[in-house]
T-cell receptor, first 115, second 114 residues
Framework: DTGVSQNPRHKITKRGQNVTFRCDPI?????LYWYRQTLGQGPEFLTY????????KSRLLSDRFSAERPKGSFSTLEIQRTEQGDSAMYLC?????????????FGQGTRLTVV | AQKVTQAQTEISVVEKEDVTLDCVYE???????LFWYKQPPSGELVFLIR??????QNEISGRYSWNFQKSTSSFNFTITASQVVDSAVYFC???????????FGTGTRLQVFP
């Protein structure tokens, strides 16, 4: 396991469809984060987990978004009834549990295009 | 409120020039952490450095150096003798002690020309 893995790398979907992304963190990392990045902007925090518990959610995360981390391993991010404004790069990161004391390692992201 | 400002949107230099990327942050916390990440065209964010608010020592790592000044709330990043491979978008980020989320700036796109 050499890093954070995200699948798929690219997803094109029609407006109104549901999509699900997967993130596999670095194996010994117990914290997992989701961020969203739009063109020309820095990543924006969406949510994070410590083990299987979802500890914080951003106000950016509307009711159409849901994230899970069953058994504290991989995580999924689902977007229901996609809208064109959901088009973005979705980044996953993982780290060890000490807040701010260890760096987060990022995956290569899933680029979502809603047409 | 937390905020990170990277006023330089894009910088272009010729190889071997030195370049400094500016970062200014806002936070009410006394304990916080500052980061720099590099995002090459492949898209993956690569961690470069983490500093905590109690350690104002400047740091040097090869051609990279960082200048942390609490008095001006700045955490600037200098690349000495830039190379084409340094071309990327560089992000400064902040996290506070009570939360683990990163607040990113809008990034500075660095282009190094041969």
């Amino acid at each position: 396991d050499t890093g954070v893995s995200q699948n798929p790398r690219h997803k094109i979907t029609k407006r109104g469809q549901n999509v699900t992304f997967r993130c596999d963190p670095i194996s010994e990392h117990n914290r997992l984060y989701w961020y969203r990045q739009t063109l020309g902007q820095g990543p924006e925090f969406l949510t994070y987990f410590q083990n299987e518990a979802q500890l914080e959610k951003s106000r950016l995360l509307s009711d159409r978004f849901s994230a899970e981390r069953p058994k504290g391993s991989f995580s999924t991010l689902e977007i229901q009834r996609t809208e064109q404004g959901d088009s973005a790069m979705y980044l996953c990161a993982s780290s060890l549990s000490q807040p701010g004391r260890t760096e987060a390692f990022f995956g290569q992201g899933t680029r979502l295009t809603v047409v | 409120a937390q905020k990170v400002t990277q006023a330089q949107t894009e910088i272009s230099v010729v190889e071997k020039e030195d370049v400094t990327l500016d970062c200014v942050y806002e936070t009410r916390d006394t304990t916080y952490y500052l980061f720099w990440y590099k995002q090459p065209p492949s898209g993956e964010l690569v961690f470069l450095i983490r500093r905590n608010s109690f350690d104002e020592q400047n740091e040097i790592s090869g051609r990279y150096s960082w200048n942390f000044q609490k008095s001006t709330s700045s955490f600037n990043f200098t690349i000495t003798a830039s190379q084409v491979v340094d071309s990327a978008v560089y992000f400064c980020a902040l996290s506070e002690a009570h939360t683990d989320k990163l607040i990113f700036g809008t990034g500075t796109r660095l282009q190094v020309f041969p």
